[in-house]
């Protein structure tokens, strides 16, 4: 399948698009219209997109225990909430200031590898909503639309971030930085849990590659899947679009993999801070020490995060780190947390236990591989409503209000035995 691309003919078959897309998105969008939560997006999701590209977004590491305990930590958190409290889905502000700048909603979308893997639209359907809600984007290193073209959707009054690998080729890091600068990034966070690929096994036994493989396996999963597979061969293919142009996408996988370092220290750290000199953020963060000395080293902010359970296997849940982060830090740094938001009572949780601002990374995914951009606007105003309802039930009408009474009104659940021995 290869020679479509090469020949062009992606562009004859996108002429049929008009009517061929929507007969074969039928089945795809009466799912969507029908989800309930972000798990019915999941399943949605599962549904319409190739298997190679659901099991690279919808992976863990090794046994998947990181990536399940991140999203079941929430559980062991209890809400102690006030009746009464007079509270009405107009009396509530979700707003709040992220990065800088202020932003409609305490939670936001994190940087993600390949957003046209899982929908043609890619980045341009997410970065899409995030600007109509007036949320936080991070765009990631490894995204399939350029940080130029990302920069154009995003308004200028919204903060926004791009993330950041170190390659070893530092010419290449100053380039990134430079073009974020000028296409107005406010602030940069740098990843600093993926100096190695974590193993991930579906990947490897689903055949994962980038771009795809051609292999009978794939073009199996690919007959399977119309609605995906129309978007692949009646567009262009999609590729890294940050990394150097002139890599041709066969050896793109290649060129990361020798440009990833496990090498790098926290000397690297400093350099990458002396370069950038804005806001600057370390993300995959999980220890207070770490979040010390990454301020101590030129970073504004601390980003907890296990990299959404990829990396190390049995990483502790990011929420079960927080506490101890925020104490160490101090009431003042701004403190960022990502790692199995499914839930918007797990996103009250995050800020009530002391982050100022809770990333999703899957949750917006699920909706993008389910449906493009109306997808993802239904990821994120599913969790807005839950946000709502739970801040509502709390008794709290404020973002501050919240991280302000977080510990009376969130706390670790009472593990006692009953009936007592
Ligand atoms: C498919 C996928 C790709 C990701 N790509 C990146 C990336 O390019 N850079 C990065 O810093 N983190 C990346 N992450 C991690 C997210 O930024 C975030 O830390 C994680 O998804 C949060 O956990 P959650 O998915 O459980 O919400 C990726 C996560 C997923 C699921």
Known sequence: MAFIHQLGLNKLFSLFSPVVRPLLNVRANQRLES??????????????????????????????LAMARSRSAYSEYECHYNVLAGNSPETLDLRTTLFGGQVNLPFFMCPTAGHRMFHTL???????????????????????TSVEDVGKILPANQPKVFQLYLWKDKGLNRELLARARENGYDAVALTADFSWFGNRERDRRNGFSIP????????????????????????????????????????????????????????????????????????????????????????????????????????????????????????????????????????????????????????YLYGLAAGGKEGVAKAVDTLEDELQRAMGLLGVRTVDELKARGPELIRRRNTVKWPPA
Request: hydrophobic share 45%; charged share 20%; proline share 4%.
């Open 212 to 363: 795809p493989s051609y292999s009978v396996k794939q073009i199996v999963e690919a007959i399977k899947r119309p609605a995906w597979t129309w978007d692949l061969i009646s567009n262009d293919m999609y590729t890294y679009a940050n990394i150097n142009q002139d890599v041709p996408a066969e050896s793109l996988a290649a060129f990361i993999n020798k440009q990833l370092s496990p090498e790098f220290t926290w000397d690297d750290a400093e350099w990458l801070a002396g370069e950038w000199g804005g806001h600057l953020s370390l993300k995959g963060v999980v220890r207070a020490d770490d979040a010390v000395r990454a301020l101590k080293s030129g970073f504004s902010s601390v980003w907890i995060s296990n990299h959404g359970g990829r990396q190390l296997e049995t990483a502790v849940p990011p929420v079960d780190a927080l506490p101890e982060i925020r104490a160490a830090v101090g009431p003042d740094v701004q403190v960022i947390l990502d790692g199995g938001v499914m839930r918007g009572t797990d996103i009250a949780k995050g800020l009530a236990l002391g982050a100022d601002g809770v990333g999703i990374g899957k949750a």
């Open 122 to 144: 890619g980045e341009k359907a997410t970065a899409s909503v995030a600007a109509e809600k007036g949320i936080l984007f991070a765009l990631s290193s490894l995204s399939t």
């Open 35 to 64: 989800a309930v939560n972000v798990w019915d997006l999941r399943d949605a999701a599962k549904k319409r997109t190739h298997l190679m590209c659901f099991g690279y977004l919808d992976s863990g590491a090794d046994d998947e």
